[in-house]
């Protein structure tokens, strides 16, 4: 598995005057694209036993975390500037509770047949659903911490494959 580092010396979606653009990807060829991102909410022991529990005032949180990244990878076209709508064929978000943490650890991966990859997807995907554990549990603490939000592989595309150390 060979990891690539891709450097550019242009942005993409920056004209020469600054103007922004979406990038026309017409011609490039629809591969398989998956991406995988990770992140977690720290918080106390006290606020995970909750959350394990599922006493939460508002609900179960690990399952409403689960729906809200899923609904926030299919519309990330519409939250982040310049990111083309995409298709996606499959998106899977684990929300597991980690003792270690103390906290909740969430991992997205997103797949598409298409132009363009899903970091994007993926990376909102897990903001989303970290976001949505904090509004669930905040009233209990808010002193919680989303933390460690990144992308962890990708594959597809002419950049090829990429994999966090």
Request: some cysteine.
């Amino acid at each position: 598995m060979k990891t690539v580092a891709r450097s550019s010396k242009k942005l993409t979606h920056l004209g020469v005057r600054g103007e922004a653009h979406m990038v026309d990807v017409s011609a490039k060829p629809a591969t398989e694209r998956i991406a995988v991102a990770e992140g977690c909410v720290v918080m106390t022991a006290k606020t995970l036993d909750l959350v394990r529990r599922g006493d939460a005032k508002k609900g179960d949180v690990l399952g409403t975390a689960r729906i809200a990244g899923i609904m926030a990878a299919k519309r990330t076209h519409e939250l982040i500037p310049l990111c083309h709508p995409l298709a996606v064929s499959q998106i899977e978000v684990d929300v597991t509770p980690d003792t270690r943490l103390p906290g909740v650890k969430v991992k997205a991966r997103v797949k598409v047949s298409g132009k363009t990859g899903v970091e994007m997807e993926a990376l909102t995907a897990v903001s989303v659903a970290c976001l949505t554990i904090y509004d669930m549990v905040k009233a209990v603490e808010r002193g919680m911490r989303i933390e460690g939000i990144r992308l962890v592989e990708k594959s597809g595309g002419r950049s090829g494959h990429y994999r966090a150390e």
